[in-house]
């Protein structure tokens, strides 16, 4: 899936680049591509983590945790951007890794699935440091560039660095039992990676185009973050998941930290 998101998403983000100007290369300095030579290595891993926790875990227990980002992307903007949090967004900050930690403790009342929680954590703890920082590098390119041509390039170079991380981790006989998979599983699931690339695209193009006109990259990441609220929705009605009520309430600590951040 990480691979494939990309892919899926390259035909519309192909037909964005009508709708607004496009850079090409030679019209980007040295410090655009050192910048994105950077951000497609941490996206990389970001996007490996996020697909490997989901794959591990419940999705109403990924999601809460996700919310961490909102309080990683207000830390790094500050390193980053030198954009200072007022007391609102340091209080939001701490109501969301309240309701984070809740959700997190809760959880582990369940053994038999503790060894991939605690896994799925560590994942999701990764990528909230990873994004902190190349969620923000990305106000460097946006200025230079635009949405539109940012999200080709930075799209069409993750897919080879995804896919080199999979002959890594797919090695040998392994390999031909792994593309012979991912072409059955394409043909199965087509529509909904249809879906998926047209999501993606519209989901990355917003984001940057907030950024752009935002007042900080904290504020855009804080407000991006009420996902949280939907996603254990979805893993409760679609997956069945036993979403206990302290989670509900601790997701209920999480938005009111999120809408400190958003207001911040």
């Known amino acids: 899936m990480a691979w494939l998101q990309q892919l899926f998403a390259i035909p519309f983000i192909v037909a964005t680049l009508f709708f607004a100007k496009f850079y090409f290369p030679s019209d980007l300095s040295a410090s655009f591509w050192g910048w994105m030579f950077v951000y497609v290595i941490c996206c ?8 490997k926790a989901l794959s591990l875990a419940d999705v109403s227990y990924v999601a809460p ?9 207000i830390v790094g903007a500050y390193f980053v951007l030198g954009q200072v949090p007022s007391l609102r967004g340091l209080l939001g900050a701490v109501l969301v890794i309240t309701g984070a930690y809740i959700i997190h403790r809760t959880r582990q009342k369940h053994p038999e699935k503790l060894t991939a929680h605690k896994s799925a954590l560590l994942l999701i703890l990764t990528l909230v440091v990873v994004r902190s920082f ?30 080199a991380t999979t002959l890594v981790i797919v090695r040998g006989k392994k390999l031909t039992n792994y593309w012979s998979k991912v072409q059955l599983d394409v043909k199965q699931w087509y529509p909904l990676l249809f879906f998926i690339g047209i999501t993606y695209t519209l989901n990355m193009l917003a984001t940057y185009q907030a950024k752009v006109i935002g007042p900080n990259a904290g504020y855009v990441g804080a407000v991006k973050s009420a996902q949280v609220l939907p996603m254990m929705l979805v893993g409760a009605i679609m997956f ?16 009111l930290g999120l809408y400190a951040l958003g207001t911040n």
């Open 65 to 73: 945790l996700l919310s961490l980002v909102a309080v990683g992307n």
């Open 240 to 255: 069945r998941e036993k979403v206990r009520r302290i989670q509900w309430l601790a997701a209920g600590v999480i938005l």
């Open 44 to 51: 990389a891993i970001d996007i490996y983590c996020y697909f």
């Open 134 to 163: 190349f969620s923000n590098i990305e106000v460097f390119m946006l200025r230079e560039a635009n949405p539109t041509t940012f999200n080709f390039y930075s799209s069409l170079l993750t897919i080879p660095v995804l896919l």
